[in-house]
């Protein structure tokens, strides 16, 4: 197991069938992560396709409200809508140079799977989403974006129909397909070495931030804020800020309508606030679960942050305390969505909509600083039926 684990976190826990394959992904990961031809077409398709760098922007009308300088990283302007796309790339890149035909991964939100979908068109894979039922009735718009693209959409019918169920039936077909197939993990989650290549290959949006931060105000932000459910957008800008001990670090979670459990169900998805040590598809980390160790299902507004666990590395960074774990509401999140809509013309995903909250809730507080960096993840365009539809019930309160 050496190498393949942060603290007591991470690990292979999957059948023995996929050993092999993990073992390929890599050897094939550690040759090809220093090859020039790789790197150069990588960063081609970075460039030409996926549209970075992206803005390092200022948010001056919120700066001016909330009596802190607050700079957004806009990887809402990649190509699709958010971050997702930057792993994406990498990861397809590396299954054409080993020689894979086809490409399956799971989906939430439906961000990553309309990014997996861009990459299986773009070079020409065979390309199968999964996505919970749930997640696909809410966000159909990507459901029918992934399809335009010629994927092919497999509705998961299992469980609490959403994230966790999608990835337990795309390892089902990576075990039936092992052999032409590549599963590309849209988070940092899963079996080593899935979590250290998705936090390398989202870590340009860390490496651009400390440039044009620098370039900017000449120094460090106080802290850095990012909406956290697997946690690869999170995971992307902490980890160039790691070393950087004056730079506060915080992982912002979705408490849904409160901390609160019952014995199936979680009405959140703060797995680093209150989960506790577990194994979930693939890797030991932080769990949402119950008294007798089964897993809860999650609850949240946003469906990329609707997840009953957390990226190892991340839990590992919580326990020695690196990052500052925070929860945020749907209440709040929504009232976010509205804020930096109304405020600075950009309407951002819900995801992001909670790392926008928790800044918003805490700038008078003195504890994120006098500058602040937040991880604008992803657009809000897949949520604005979701947001619609609770405007149409008479702005309730979101957990009535």
């Not at 958010?82 to 790339?89: G, Q, V």
């Not at 679960?289 to 999650?298: F, P, T, V």
């Not at 960074?317 to 013309?345: H, N, Q």
């Not at 657009?379 to 609770?390: A, M």
Request: with cysteine.
């Amino acid at each position: 197991m050496k190498g393949t684990m942060y603290g007591k976190y991470g690990g292979q826990f999957v059948p023995e069938v996929l050993m092999p394959a993990l073992a390929e992904l890599e050897e094939a990961y550690a040759k090809y992560k220093v090859d020039p031809v790789f790197l150069k077409e990588l960063d081609y398709y970075m460039k030409e396709f996926a549209g970075r760098e992206t803005p390092l922007y200022l948010a001056k009308n919120l700066s001016k409200k909330y009596g802190i300088k607050i700079y957004l990283k806009r990887e809402d302007l990649v190509h699709g809508g958010a971050h997702k796309l930057n792993n994406t790339l990498g990861q397809a890149l590396l299954a054409k140079y080993m020689g894979k035909k086809r490409l399956i991964a799971e989906t939430g939100a439906g961000q990553h799977g309309t990014a997996t979908a861009m990459v299986g068109a773009n070079l020409s894979f065979e390309t199968e989403v999964y996505m919970g039922a749930k997640d696909v009735q809410r966000q159909h718009m990507n459901v029918y974006r992934m399809e335009l693209m010629g994927t092919k959409v497999n509705a998961v019918e299992s469980g609490s129909k959403t994230l966790k169920d999608a990835i337990n039936e795309a390892l089902r077909d990576w075990v039936t397909n092992v052999e032409n197939t590549h599963y590309l993990i849209g988070s940092v989650v899963g079996p080593h070495p899935y979590p250290m290549i998705v936090r390398d290959f989202q870590s340009v949006i860390g490496q651009e931030v400390k440039q044009q931060i620098m370039e900017k105000e000449g120094r460090l932000p106080d802290s850095i804020v990012a909406c956290t459910g697997g946690g690869s957008n999170a995971m992307g800008i902490f980890h160039p800020f790691i070393e950087d001990k004056d730079v506060r670090l915080f992982p912002v979670e979705a408490g849904g309508c409160g901390l609160k459990t019952t014995e199936k169900e979680a009405l959140h998805s703060a797995s680093l606030c209150v989960g506790e040590d577990g194994v979930l598809q693939g890797a030991h980390t932080k769990v949402l679960q119950n008294e007798y160790g089964q897993i809860l299902e999650s609850s949240s507004i946003s469906a990329g942050l609707d997840y009953s666990g957390v990226g190892p590395e991340l839990a590992h960074l919580a326990d020695i305390g690196r990052i500052e774990p925070r929860y945020v509401t749907d209440e709040d999140a929504l009232k976010a969505f509205y804020e930096l809509s109304r405020e600075e013309g950009i309407i951002p995903a819900l995801e992001s909509s909670h790392a926008l909250a928790h800044v918003m809730n805490m700038a008078e507080s003195g504890e994120l600083g006098e500058l602040v960096v937040i991880n604008l993840s992803g657009r809000g365009d897949k949520d604005l039926e979701t947001v619609f539809k609770l405007k149409e019930q008479g702005d309730k309160e979101v957990c009535q």
